[in-house]
């Protein structure tokens, strides 16, 4: 995009913090985010009828479990509009879904038992790289792709950066893709791979930003 009044003329974005009411918009944008996703057409089988539904449920439940742990859920607004939205897990949780039944009930009542057991295993992987001392997670992030290549995503990310920096308990953060395309941005916000997972024919990346003492005291204002 050219610069100049295009860009003067282009609402500012402000950051928020999601409460319950942002719930459905969440949802919304989350699905749209994840649906076309390999790894989430992997784990809920895109082609199998009902691959729409099980995208919906999985998204949902896990909004309503990160809601229900009181994690930190941040978005990007544009004038009265939820355009991006991203959900922190806090380095102690350590969550293993497993252990969460009634959470694991309601996937198999909306997913099926083989969807939510292919997501367990590929969540437990996960886990199993995760970096010591513990660090963020981000399991859900997505742009409301009406608003995507506009700087919003790189906006929402940074914010969910410095947040973490600003945690004393955490040593970073780290986030998956399964899209190889999107490496080359997380690369430049200074992510690392901490390895792959393989899922069916493609690879998942797993990936890790450390934050550093400076960076930490940089984010509090700190000298």
């Known amino acids: 995009m050219s610069e100049g009044s295009d860009n003067r003329n282009q609402p500012e974005p ?5 409460d319950d009411s942002a719930r459905n918009e969440a949802r919304s944008i989350l699905f749209h985010a994840y649906r076309n996703e390999p790894t989430f057409q992997y784990l809920f089988d895109h082609r199998r009828p009902g691959y729409d539904q099980r995208v919906r449920a999985t998204v949902r439940e896990l909004i309503d479990l990160y809601i229900e742990l009181n994690q930190d859920a941040i978005g990007v607004m ?3 509009t939820l355009v991006a939205v991203a959900f922190i897990g806090d380095p102690e949780l350590r969550m293993n879904l497993a252990d969460q039944f009634s959470w694991r009930i309601r996937m198999v009542l909306t997913t099926g038992f083989a969807s939510t057991r292919r997501y367990l295993d590929y969540h437990e992987k996960i886990r199993d790289m995760l970096p ?14 009406k608003y995507q290549n506009r700087g919003y995503g790189r ?7 410095r947040l ?10 780290v986030l998956d893709t399964g899209n190889s395309r999107y490496l080359p941005f997380y690369e430049s916000e200074g992510f690392r791979s901490l390895g792959k997972i393989r899922l069916g024919d493609f690879e998942d990346h797993i990936l890790f930003r450390e934050v550093a003492p400076e960076t930490k005291a940089a984010a509090t204002g700190q000298t």
Not at 132 to 145: C, S
Not at 155 to 161: C, Q, S
Not at 164 to 173: F, I, K, T, V, Y
């Open 164 to 173: 973490c920096a600003e945690n004393p308990q955490g040593s970073g953060l």
């Open 78 to 80: 544009v004038n009265d």
């Open 132 to 145: 010591q001392p513990q660090a963020h997670q981000l399991p859900l992030m997505g742009v409301n792709p």
């Open 14 to 18: 402000a950051i928020v913090r999601l």
């Open 155 to 161: 906006l929402l990310l940074k914010t969910v950066e």
